[in-house]
């Protein structure tokens, strides 16, 4: 059974920046495909930033250039830098874990908010 603990989240002021962490176990990151994902009150869950089993990252258009998304492996960690926040970026967030990449990740912790004014 996999276990992932996001943190991080917090209220900050537009243009600022906040890291999430989300702690895998067991195993850690591994070769698994990790995403972030966000769902915003009254709008759909998105994928923002993902990373596959090879290494290989992918983000959506409203954060390229903004977020990114790496790994500590002696950490078990996975992480999102988010920097140039805007209010559009405020969501749940959360980090899914699967053993290829899907949209429906197996694998879900419990989501960290953040706030952006």
């Known amino acids: 059974h996999v276990q992932l603990v996001e943190s991080g989240g917090a209220s900050v002021q537009a243009g600022g920046s906040l890291k999430l962490s989300c702690v895998v176990s067991?195993?850690?990151?591994?070769?698994?495909?990790m995403t972030w994902f966000r769902q915003a009150p009254g709008k759909e869950r998105e994928g923002v930033a993902q990373?596959?089993?090879?290494?290989?990252?992918f983000y959506a258009d409203s954060v390229t250039g903004r977020f990114t998304i790496f790994k500590d492996s002696a950490l078990n960690t996975l992480y999102l830098q988010m920097n140039s926040l805007n209010p559009e970026d405020t969501a749940m967030y959360y980090c899914?874990?699967?053993?290829?990449?899907?949209?429906?990740?197996?694998?879900w912790g419990q989501g960290t908010q953040v706030t952006v004014s």
């Open positions: 990373v596959d089993g090879d290494g290989s990252r």
């Open positions: 899914a874990a699967d053993s290829w990449c899907t949209a429906q990740p197996n694998y």
């Open positions: 067991p195993y850690g990151t591994g070769r698994r495909c």
